[in-house]
């Protein structure tokens, strides 16, 4: 079993885990720092894209564990 592995697996789910849990503050973080930084950017086009990110560092945490499990 691959140790670092399957910390970057455990890594990848709470990201996307915290990221389906907590949505709206991590949209009114995003939106502090936008505006925080002045940065031009526009944060609501990029909201709908959120449960997909979601799933995608899920599925990546599925394919590093099934990784440091096979090695």
Do not use: T, W
Request: net charge positive; glycine share 2%; hydrophobic share 55%.
């Amino acid at each position: 079993m691959d140790i670092i592995n399957l910390i970057r697996a455990f890594i990848f789910l709470l990201a996307g885990l915290l990221l389906i849990i907590f949505r709206d503050k991590y949209y009114k973080f995003q939106v502090y720092l936008v505006k925080k930084l002045r940065i031009k950017y526009n944060v609501e086009r990029d909201r709908k894209y959120y449960p997909h990110i979601c799933i995608l560092l899920i599925f990546i945490s599925m394919v590093l564990f099934v990784f440091s499990i096979i090695n």
